[in-house]
């Protein structure tokens, strides 16, 4: 059987940094994100007899070995073993955004293959489930299966069940808009998993972390329900600078950021210092999402086109959550 799903990627208003339990991909902290439309993962998975091993093949590049192809195999095992099934797939996927340069290409790409798998493997599940076996790829794929604004909640049991993502506002909610901002598509150096497992491991701040960040975890949905756009922008991006402080102190420092990324953090400042109300937030990687609201995009995209070292830039509105397609890639 075959099966063709979209995911959109999600960008954390707070952030999800560091696991309790790394099989189970359980988090130490919840976390708040957008779906956002405009950057997505289309994926079409096939179980069939006729194939001798799983294939995966991404934006039509045939990956036959490594990292990005255990996770995938361990994925669909996942997968088989809850639907009862022993076929291997094959799985095509393409990402309209460049993969692993900090862009949650991992959240929008397990959030779609667990999708696509699971129907093709004869499964009807429902979001809570589709969100705890997306957690399994990858922690922040929890988040891309549902639309506009939601929150991962962190849960308590040892077992995962009630650590998934939850909507807490639909995408229409409100004109709260990001503006990605690239400025290096290079693959990272230090991949998320290895950046988060190494903070938890060697940074002396790590526990202030953890203290704080329900605290911005509860502000940032009282925003988001007030439509406090001053709320949730300052609580986004100094939860984002706290995040970073852990990895920037950790042994050896993770620094992800580049000249760009400094050039456009400061520009931000300034222009709120001066009526033009924005703030940033950075991931693991050197790009920046300006958060705005949308009387604002036209403005800051053309005051964006001043600043050295900017390769791209997606704007990004809150998006649909995940959903199965017609129109299969092969
Ligand atoms: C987030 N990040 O909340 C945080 C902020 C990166 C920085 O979720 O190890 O690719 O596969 O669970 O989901 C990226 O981490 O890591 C991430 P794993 P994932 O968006």
Known sequence: MKAT?????????????????????????????????????????????????????????????????????????????????????????ENNFPTAAGLASSASGFAAITLAASKAAGMNLDKRELSIIARRGSGSASRSIEGGFVEWQKGEKEDGSDSYGVQIAPPDHWGFRMIAVITSTAQKKVKSTAGMAQT?????????????????????????????????????????????????????????????????????????????ESYFTMDAGPQV?????????GEITKRLKDIEGIEDVVLCKPGEAARLVDDHLF
């Open 5 to 93: 799903a979209t995911a959109n990627a999600n960008i954390a208003l707070t952030k999800y940094w560091g696991k309790r339990d790394k099989k189970l991909m359980l988090p130490n902290n919840g976390s708040v994100s957008m779906t956002v439309d405009g950057m997505h993962t289309k994926t079409t998975v096939e179980f069939s007899p006729s194939y001798e091993k799983d294939i995966f093949i991404i934006n039509g590049k045939e990956i036959g070995e490594g990292n990005a192809y255990d996770k995938t195999v361990k994925h669909l095992d996942l997968i088989r073993e809850k639907a009862g099934i022993r076929e291997k797939a094959k799985v095509m996927t």
């Open 200 to 276: 938890v491991d060697t940074c002396p701040y790590y526990k202030d972390w953890l203290a704080t960040v329900q605290g911005d975890i509860d502000a940032v949905k009282q925003g988001i329900a007030d439509k406090d756009f001053t709320r949730v922008g300052s609580t986004a991006e100094y939860n984002a600078l706290k995040m970073h402080a852990t990895m920037i102190t950790t042994k050896p420092p993770i620094i992800y950021w580049n000249d760009a990324t400094m050039r456009i953090m400061h520009s931000v400042m300034g222009w709120r210092d001066s009526g033009l």
């Open 289 to 297: 999402k300006i958060m705005c609201l949308e009387k604002d995009v």
